[in-house]
């Protein structure tokens, strides 16, 4: 069965640091597409951040230079390290997996069940 | 970079049935789509991809009721014999290469 489980929430001071981990159970996260998505208060959901197969990388604009997308393979995990944090970088996120093995195609079927961070002083 | 746009809101009564619309911006009336459903306290859950033909491929365990359509650009989620627990938020998404786009969401509630 497929599971995904985030953590490393938390409270951080604008202009900080924070490093979030998902861990994997299930199926191999180097062998999908990877993502990151987050939910403000009150707000849709937001695409951040994917990682192919083959290990390309890809960011939206609101995270682009700030966020960094990896993964550890002997871990089953996938993390987001997110630099010079913002208030409006307040929000859940999530890890997310595709549902086929072919880089491109961003067919996610698989969500974990998110990690708070709040960015405030 | 496709725009997909929904409905903020929609009701309708439990064991009824009711349709929620994703549209796809111009010049992607092509595109695939994913229906998601989000509840409060949960993370998102993944319902079916939709693509422009209206074939469909669901999620593990989505029970028949979910039903996916499709006409031009416009991409349905036909959700019958309503529950109280399909109260949720619904995000298509759809996505190009090299990046991934969500609709705003349609809020569902069940009188």
């Known amino acids: 069965e497929v599971h995904l489980l985030e953590s490393g929430g938390g409270l951080v001071q604008p202009g900080g640091s924070l490093k979030l981990t998902c861990v994997g159970s299930g199926f191999t996260i180097n062998s999908y597409t990877m993502s990151w998505v987050r939910q403000a208060p009150g707000q849709g959901l937001e695409w951040l951040s994917g990682i192919f197969i083959g290990g390309s990388t890809f960011y939206a604009d609101s995270v682009k230079g700030r966020f960094i997308i990896s993964r550890d393979k002997s871990n089953n995990m996938l993390y987001l390290e997110m630099n010079n944090m913002r208030p409006e970088d307040t929000a859940v996120y999530y890890c997310?997996?595709?549902?086929?093995?072919?880089?491109?195609?961003?067919?996610?079927?698989?969500w974990g069940q998110g990690t708070l961070v709040t960015v405030s002083s | 970079q496709p725009v997909l746009t929904q409905s903020p809101s929609a009701s309708a009564s439990v064991g009824g049935s009711v349709k929620l619309t994703c549209t796809l911006s111009?010049?992607?009336?092509?595109?695939?789509i994913a229906w998601h459903q989000k509840q409060p306290e949960k993370g998102p859950r993944f319902l079916m991809k939709l693509n422009s033909d209206g074939s469909q491929t669901k999620g593990d365990g989505i029970p028949d009721r979910f039903s996916g359509s499709t006409s031009g650009a416009e991409r349905y989620l036909t959700i019958f014999s309503l529950q109280s627990g399909d109260e949720a938020d619904y995000y298509c998404q759809t996505w190009e290469s090299d990046s991934v786009v969500f609709g705003g969401g349609t809020k569902l509630t069940v009188l």
């Open positions: 997310a997996k595709d549902r086929i093995r072919l880089d491109g195609d961003w067919d996610i079927d698989y």
């Open positions: 111009s010049g992607h009336s092509r595109n695939a």
